[in-house]
């Protein structure tokens, strides 16, 4: 009878082999269970269904793809006033083509049981309209930055969300990226000692035609690139500033400002002491950056706000280091996050007062740019548009 092998019995007959030869025997591993560093596969995540909000350049160059990347999140349906793009979208994206809707019938998503969070990747002054209608359609959002055009629409925001009994998240993607999380590490531990000052940049060049230079959509640069540099400021300090000062440019001889300032240069200071210095706009090479300046160093990210390629430099006396971490893809992890969130009924890290409290500060901003001298945060009024009136 042909003797039966098991890998229990290979293990003992090779061992009894290894003993007759003189030769001890060494265990290939613990006869009784696995090795501790052997990864078992955990149960596949439930995804949750996502619909998104607007098929602009940010949606198709960076949001559809994350999902192929996403452990809890899949797309099930698009909203869209392009009905072709919309259809040309689901096919790629193997969407059901019974789920793209278009703004005439955005209300009726509360009919999709296959739809559990929206995001919204609209032009800023569509943000808040399209945020509460979801959440009164049953729906947990979440929404891009900035989170929307003035205090007055954010708080209108979060309010639906608390009637709706919904989650609220805004679509602050470095806060789930390692690079900042890192900065942000070290700022509490106080690495390098007691944080002094910030400086945090974020310019590049943005021609017509653009929804970035249009006044009516909520455009200009202090909501779309300079938000970067306060939110950082703010969570590098972990605190929120208490006073601000701003300039702002506008030329009148180039078309493209014809709407928004292209130029914003603003301080912050903090309630620790600490002194932020600030600057955003359209018409200057990239530069995508921050450095924290503290008693025994520095650190910063350049770039810092990039979709990949995030550098961690740190600086002590006449040395210079820099830091590699792994890189992911931002998106992914923040719709991740904002599905487990849902899941397990969590509080998004970033939730809709954290949008709130970065358009108090861009409030602030415009109040003292366009009055002059230092706005108190206390100041600032919940009707004061982070833009003002184009000048005719």
Known sequence: MAQEFSRRGFL?????????????????????????????????????????VGLGELALGQIMPAFALCDRSRPVALVSGHPEKAKKVAEHYQINP????????????????????????????MHAEYTVRALRAGKHVLCEKPMAVNPQECRQMIDAAKEADRK???????????????????????????????????????KAPNIRLSHSLGGGPLGDVGVYCINACRYITGEDPVSVTGMQFRPTDDPNFAEVPDRYAFTLQFPSGVLATCTAGFSAAASRSYRVFCRDGWYGLDPAY????????????????????????????????????????????TPGEEGLRDTLVMSAIVRASVGGGTVKLSEVQNDWPILPAPQI
Request: charged share 20%; glycine share 6%.
């Open 168 to 206: 609220l998240m805004i679509a602050y993607r470095l806060h789930y990226e390692p690079y900042n999380q890192a900065v942000i590490e070290m700022s509490r531990k106080q690495a390098y000692g007691p944080i002094r000052l910030v400086s945090a940049d974020n310019v590049q060049v943005t």
């Open 98 to 125: 019974k789920n793209i809707y278009g703004y005439e019938n955005y209300d009726s998503l509360k009919d999709n049981s296959e739809i559990d969070v929206v995001y919204v990747v609209l032009p800023n002054s």
């Open 306 to 349: 990039d979709y990949q390629g995030l550098r961690l430099h740190i600086g002590q006396g006449n040395e210079r280091r820099e830091i590699k971490l792994g890189q992911v893809n931002h998106f992914a992890r923040e719709m991740d996050h904002m599905s487990q969130c849902v899941a397990e009924n969590k509080q998004p890290w």
């Open 12 to 52: 003992k007959r090779t061992g009894e082999s290894a003993l007759a030869a003189g030769i001890a025997a060494v265990p290939l591993a613990p006869p009784d269970k696995q090795p501790e560093h052997l990864p078992i596969p955990a149960p596949p995540q439930k995804k949750l269904g996502w619909a998104v």
